[in-house]
């Protein structure tokens, strides 16, 4: 099973995606969380494909899944190699514990998260409303636990701008 990070943004654009566990990303030469080394940034990458149109979408290396309470950051490429002035143009933390998610997000929205059977993307498995918590922080929770007995697909979307992240767990 994969874990995927999505950033909706315009398209024809090079994004790329980095992992943090605190403010330590993980290495990808060396499959590991280490401390933040500027010569490093082009081994934080994780290559991400625009796929339909202003969705871009990669994978989370299954190593950095071994935290609990990942940041996920969407770049915006600027010039032709990757660098750490690339803006962030997208990002969120998931925290999976106990069947519960975390997600972070501007204050103030009304949030959903939605499940979906891998094999039938068209059935609805679940769909719990994410609660503010605490209210102002961004940081949205669900409050009972996702049905996890089969892999699914996932989406997180906004009673005004629609989906705003989507995944695989």
Same mark, same amino acid.
């Given at each position: 099973? !994969?874990?995927?990070? !999505?950033?909706?943004?315009?398209?024809?654009?090079?994004?790329?995606?980095?992992?943090?566990?605190?403010?330590?990303?993980?290495?990808? +030469?060396?499959?590991? &969380?280490?401390?933040?080394?500027?010569?490093?940034?082009?081994?934080?990458?994780?290559?991400?494909?625009?796929?339909?149109?202003?969705?871009?979408?990669?994978?989370?290396?299954?190593?950095?899944? +071994?935290?609990?309470?990942?940041?996920?950051?969407?770049?915006?490429?600027?010039? $032709?190699?990757?660098?750490?002035?690339?803006?962030?143009? $997208?990002?969120?933390?998931?925290?999976?514990t106990?069947?519960?998610?975390?997600?972070? &997000?501007w204050?103030?929205? !009304?949030?959903? &998260?939605? +499940?979906?059977?891998?094999?039938?993307?068209?059935?609805?498995?679940?769909?719990?409303?994410?609660?503010?918590?605490?209210?102002?922080?961004?940081?949205?929770?669900?409050?009972? $636990?996702?049905?996890?007995?089969?892999?699914?697909? &996932?989406t997180?979307?906004? +009673?005004?701008?629609?989906?705003?992240? !989507?995944?695989?767990?």
């Amino acid at each position: 099973m !994969t874990t995927e990070m !999505t950033a909706i943004y315009t398209t024809g654009q090079t994004l790329y995606g980095v992992v943090l566990y605190g403010i330590q990303p993980w290495n990808n +030469s060396t499959s590991a &969380f280490e401390t933040y080394n500027s010569a490093n940034w082009a081994d934080y990458v994780i290559a991400m494909t625009e796929s339909p149109p202003e969705t871009y979408t990669g994978t989370v290396p299954v190593g950095a899944l +071994s935290q609990i309470g990942l940041i996920l950051t969407s770049h915006l490429m600027v010039g $032709a190699t990757v660098a750490i002035t690339d803006p962030i143009v $997208a990002s969120g933390e998931i925290i999976q514990t106990d069947q519960t998610m975390q997600f972070g &997000f501007w204050t103030g929205h !009304t949030l959903t &998260f939605n +499940s979906y059977a891998q094999n039938a993307p068209a059935t609805l498995i679940q769909s719990i409303a994410l609660t503010e918590t605490p209210a102002g922080s961004g940081i949205y929770k669900t409050s009972t $636990a996702i049905a996890l007995a089969q892999p699914i697909n &996932f989406t997180i979307t906004d +009673s005004v701008l629609g989906v705003v992240g !989507t995944g695989v767990m």
